[in-house]
């Protein structure tokens, strides 16, 4: 499905992708060929800057979200707010929300937020990263929280096997 053209940004940010990966663009201005060229820019930490000034000139709000939706979980923590910032702000909700669930992630596998301390959040917590956390946490105190106070029946039952 062919969109407008994209603007020269854009044309400038898709054509360093292409050098970068040696892969052609069937049509710059179809979407769908775009986001294939994403997801493979996606793949290669090389190509991030020129992903990022592609996600930063995309006219196509959905699809600049989507791309740093993925991109979120493979970058450090100090460069999420750059991705984000890219997004225009009418679609930026999600990708803030899951840069912030990122962060409780990290901060769990880290110790840096206390499993004692997960009954008082776990409210605030999307489906994602209650179930995430039901099934790669091997922390006892985090998963009965999870198995008494999940959102989902699933996210409960996964807690509650992963305790054994």
């Known amino acids: 499905m062919a969109d407008a053209e994209p603007p020269a ?4 940010a898709l054509r360093q992708l292409q050098e970068h990966l040696g ?14 060229l994403y997801r493979a820019a996606l793949g290669t930490e090389t190509a991030r800057p020129a992903l990022l000034a592609a996600v930063t000139a995309e006219p ?19 460069q999420r707010d750059t991705w984000l910032r890219a ?6 909700a999600f990708s803030e929300k899951r840069a912030q669930e990122l962060g409780v992630l990290e901060d769990i596998r880290s110790g840096a937020l ?51």
């Not at 892969?23 to 294939?36: F, G, T, V, Y």
């Not at 997004?87 to 930026?92: D, H, S, W």
Request: charged share 30%; no cysteine.
């Open 9 to 12: 940004e854009l044309r400038d």
């Open 114 to 164: 206390a499993p004692d301390d997960v009954s008082e959040l776990i409210g605030d917590w999307s489906d994602w990263l209650q179930l995430r956390l039901a099934t790669e946490s091997r922390d006892a105190t985090v998963l009965r929280s999870l198995a008494a106070s999940g959102r989902t029946k699933r996210i409960r039952r996964t807690a509650a096997e992963s305790l054994g």
């Open 60 to 78: 196509d709000g959905a699809l600049a979200s989507g791309v740093v939706g993925e991109a979120l979980e493979g970058l450090p923590r100090t």
């Open 23 to 36: 892969r052609p663009l069937s049509d710059a201005s179809d979407s769908h060929a775009r986001w294939e």
């Open 87 to 92: 997004l225009a702000p009418e679609v930026r």
